[in-house]
Antibody, heavy 125, light 108 residues
Framework: HVQLVESGGGLVKAGGSLTLSCEAS????????MRWIRQAPGKGLEWVSY????????DYADSVKGRFTISRDNSKNSLSLQMDSLRVEDTAVYYC??????????????????WGRGTLVTVSS | SYGLTQPSSVSLSPGQTATITCSGD??????GFWYQQKPGQAPLLVIY???LRPSGIPERFSGSTSGTTVTLTIRGVQAEDEADYYC???????????FGGGTKLTVL
C-alpha cells in the first residue's frame, strides 16, 4: 500500500524559511522521480520542483527558482523541500507526488500516480 | 508560457454523460492525463496516456484525443463523481509539466 505523508507546513512571515518533508512507504522509493506540487487556496495545481530517482537531476518552476531546494534521502525513503525567502504568494497546500516517468523512444512523459494528503503553508505579510 | 484550456464548470444530472475538454497546442505530440480532486482531498489520477485507466478507477471513466484536444468522458455520472477535474500534459518539448485550470463538475 503506497503512502506519502507530508509534514512541516505552518505559518511563517514573508521572508522566512520552512522545510517540508515527505515520508514514503509501500514502494521502492529509490526507483522513482519525486515531485512537489502546490495548490493555492481556491486555485489550480502548479508543479514546484522535481528530483530524479538517483538524486542527480532536479528542476524548479520559475516562480520558486533560486529560493527553494529539493532533496531526497533514498536510505530513509524521504523527500524534502527547503523553502527560503518565502512570499505571500507561496501560500498553498504542498503535495508530495510520485512522478511516474514514462519514456517511449527518445520522448519522456511525466505524470503523478500517487499523492500525499498535503501540508498547508501560510505566508503572512 | 504554455497553457491548457478547460471549461470552468460542467453541470448535469445523474445518469448523463459528462465530457470535459482540454485544449493545448502540444497535443497530440504530448499525452494527456486527468486527475479528480474532491474537496479537502488530494488529486487522484483517473486517466493516463490519453485513454488508460489506473486500477480501481471505474469503467465509466474514459479518455480520448483528437487534434489539439483531449477529452475526459464520464458515462452515467453519479453523485460521487462531483469534483474538480484537472488535465495535465507538457509543453511541446516535454520539458515542463503543465496543468489545466480545472473544471468543476456538478451533479445536480
Amino acid at each position: 500500500h503506497v503512502q506519502l505523508v507530508e509534514s512541516g507546513g505552518g505559518l511563517v512571515k514573508a521572508g522566512g524559511s520552512l522545510t517540508l518533508s515527505c515520508e514514503a512507504s509501500g514502494f521502492s522509493f529509490s526507483d522513482y522521480y519525486m515531485r512537489w506540487i502546490r495548490q493555492a487556496p481556491g486555485k489550480g495545481l502548479e508543479w514546484v520542483s522535481y528530483i530524479s530517482s538517483s538524486n542527480n537531476y532536479r528542476d524548479y518552476a520559475d516562480s520558486v527558482k533560486g529560493r527553494f531546494t529539493i532533496s531526497r534521502d533514498n536510505s530513509k525513503n524521504s523527500l524534502s523541500l527547503q523553502m527560503d525567502s518565502l512570499r505571500v504568494e507561496d501560500t498553498a497546500v504542498y503535495y508530495c507526488a510520485r512522478d511516474q516517468l514514462y519514456c517511449a523512444g527518445t520522448t519522456c512523459y511525466h505524470y503523478f500516480d500517487q499523492w500525499g494528503r498535503g501540508t498547508l503553508v501560510t505566508v503572512s505579510s | 508560457s504554455y497553457g491548457l484550456t478547460q471549461p470552468s464548470s460542467v453541470s448535469l444530472s445523474p445518469g448523463q454523460t459528462a465530457t470535459i475538454t482540454c485544449s493545448g497546442d502540444a497535443f497530440p505530440k504530448q499525452y494527456g492525463f486527468w486527475y479528480q480532486q474532491k474537496p479537502g482531498q488530494a488529486p487522484l489520477l483517473v486517466i493516463y496516456r490519453d485513454n488508460l485507466r489506473p486500477s480501481g478507477i471505474p469503467e465509466r471513466f474514459s479518455g480520448s484525443t483528437s487534434g489539439t484536444t483531449v477529452t475526459l468522458t464520464i458515462r452515467g455520472v453519479q453523485a460521487e463523481d462531483e469534483a474538480d477535474y484537472y488535465c495535465q500534459s507538457a509543453d511541446s518539448s516535454g520539458a515542463s509539466v503543465v496543468f489545466g485550470g480545472g473544471t468543476k463538475l456538478t451533479v445536480l
